[in-house]
């Protein structure tokens, strides 16, 4: 299978703890994205890279997360002094998008996510 | 937040029958994307659709866009129990901003056999 792939695919915590979870993208798409998903609600995004650069943070990436694509090709997602609230599906996507093109005309695919559930 | 809404929350049909369901979006889009999601596949990208295109088909699923309300519709014909999953319309600004998709809360749709 040579899907996007994420690890772990569910994480318990207890509040005030560190995790971190990777993503493996498909191997040829240089955009990988992260969301978050809560119960009940569609993704919300995160973060973007193009290769390894970080290009673009929602208001929702707080402080305590930290993105990292050092080789651009897999993905951490970092989560320090974890809330309740942080308690979602994060899900990560990737793409192949050519410099200049006309944004969003190419098709996410997404991975199968990692459960994250902070007592 | 939430750019899209999608109506309604929730449809409930028999198998064989046609489900309709509606999106609506607020700001001006490049492109308008249907994803399903179900907990044995995760997310899945249907069909996408450029602004300026009003109709698309792939297989059972037909698409329209109407700019001028800010609203798509996703139809499914002949539902099959395996089309039972949530299902999203995905947008991007066209205005700039994130590359990433927002999505609508989606429409849960059970097939019933």
């Known amino acids: 299978d040579t899907g996007v792939s994420q690890n772990p695919r569910h994480k318990i915590t207890k509040r005030g703890q560190n995790v971190t979870f990777r993503c493996d993208p498909i191997?040829?798409?240089?955009?990988l994205y992260w969301y978050r998903q809560t119960l009940g609600q569609g993704p919300e995004f995160l973060t973007y890279?193009?290769?390894?650069?970080?290009?673009?943070k929602s208001r929702l990436l707080s402080d305590r997360f930290s993105a990292e694509r050092p080789k651009g090709s897999f993905s951490t997602l970092e989560i320090q002094r974890t809330e309740q609230g942080d308690s979602a599906m994060y899900l990560c996507a990737s793409s192949w998008g050519l410099a200049g093109r006309v944004r969003g005309q190419e098709t996410q695919y997404f991975g199968p996510g990692t459960r994250l559930l902070v007592l | 937040s939430q750019q899209g809404e999608e109506d309604p929350q929730a449809l409930s049909i028999q198998e064989g029958e046609n489900a309709t369901m509606n999106c609506s979006y607020k700001?001006?889009?490049?492109?308008l994307q249907w994803y399903r999601q179900n907990s044995g596949r995760g997310l899945v990208h249907l069909i996408l659709i450029r602004s300026n295109e009003r109709e698309k088909h792939s297989g059972r699923l037909r698409v329209t866009l109407d700019t001028s309300k800010k609203s798509s519709s996703l139809l499914i014909t002949a539902s099959r129990a395996a089309d039972t999953a949530s299902y999203f319309c995905a947008t991007i600004y066209s205005g700039g901003g994130a590359d990433g998709l927002t999505f609508g809360k989606g429409t849960h749709l059970i097939i019933q056999p």
């Open positions: 890279f193009q290769n390894e650069a970080q290009l673009e």
């Open positions: 191997s040829e798409h240089n955009r």
């Open positions: 700001t001006s889009i490049n492109n």
